[in-house]
């Protein structure tokens, strides 16, 4: 399972925390999608308790995040707030844009419309099932809905929307009507389309 961090973020975590938790006990980590395209990916990180500095984590967080945005010549990403309770680290990171959050993560992420994703270059020969009725759509099926939003995902993370899911890839199982679990392996990608 990938990392729920960007890999030079988690790296430093684990260095710091030493006692850090494996990637596979991280289960709650979440990804929010907002309506005007922005992201907000709230972090869970567990360690053990004794070995640990607040203002050393948030520093390097920072760092990782002004590198990227020199890089970038923007400022897409910001890191909101970095929070401590008990064994774990919950950091907070905005995104401007779902390209961001793909590019800092090192992942394949998409959102925007299904006319966008296939604008773009996505291949759409994937079967899909309804939530409401089991009903599985295809390609032809996914195009015709081109102004429904889509959400591709190559990593196993929990992702809310604004709306609610309509339709999941078989690697994704729903949480609530706004809320899914992605589980995904050896780079396979997941999807989501909502209205």
Same mark, same amino acid.
């Given at each position: 399972?990938?990392?729920?961090?960007?890999?030079?973020?988690?790296?430093?975590?684990?260095?710091?925390?030493?006692?850090?938790?494996?990637? !596979?006990?991280?289960?709650?980590?979440?990804?929010?999608?907002?309506?005007?395209?922005?992201? #907000?990916?709230?972090?869970?990180?567990? *360690?053990?308790?004794?070995? $640990?500095?607040?203002?050393?984590?948030? #520093?390097?967080?920072?760092?990782?995040?002004?590198?990227?945005?020199?890089?970038?010549?923007?400022?897409?990403?910001?890191?909101?707030?970095?929070?401590?309770?008990?064994?774990?680290? $919950?950091?907070?990171?905005?995104?401007?844009?779902?390209?961001?959050?793909?590019?800092?993560?090192?992942?394949? *992420?998409?959102?925007?419309?299904?006319?966008?994703?296939?604008?773009?270059?996505?291949?759409?020969?994937?079967?899909?099932?309804?939530?409401?009725?089991?009903? #599985?759509?295809?390609?032809?099926?996914?195009?015709?809905?081109?102004?429904?939003?889509?959400?591709?995902?190559? #990593?196993?993370?929990?992702?809310?929307?604004?709306?609610?899911?309509? $339709?999941?890839?078989?690697?994704?199982?729903? !949480?609530?009507?706004?809320?899914?679990?992605?589980?995904?392996?050896?780079?396979?990608?997941?999807?989501?389309?909502?209205?």
């Amino acid at each position: 399972m990938k990392s729920k961090m960007p890999c030079c973020i988690l790296l430093t975590v684990t260095i710091i925390l030493s006692g850090c938790a494996t990637k !596979n006990e991280i289960t709650n980590t979440t990804l929010e999608i907002k309506k005007d395209g922005t992201l #907000e990916q709230s972090i869970i990180e567990t *360690f053990e308790k004794d070995y $640990y500095d607040a203002t050393e984590l948030q #520093e390097m967080i920072e760092s990782e995040i002004s590198d990227f945005n020199l890089t970038d010549g923007s400022e897409k990403i910001q890191l909101k707030e970095v929070e401590l309770k008990e064994d774990a680290a $919950y950091p907070v990171l905005t995104y401007g844009d779902a390209a961001s959050y793909a590019e800092f993560n090192d992942v394949t *992420f998409f959102y925007g419309t299904i006319a966008q994703a296939y604008e773009e270059g996505f291949d759409l020969t994937i079967n899909l099932t309804s939530v409401k009725d089991n009903e #599985e759509i295809d390609k032809d099926d996914i195009l015709q809905m081109g102004d429904h939003y889509f959400v591709i995902a190559e #990593e196993s993370i929990v992702i809310e929307t604004f709306h609610n899911i309509e $339709y999941i890839s078989g690697n994704v199982t729903l !949480n609530g009507k706004k809320e899914a679990m992605v589980t995904t392996q050896d780079g396979e990608l997941a999807y989501i389309i909502f209205k």
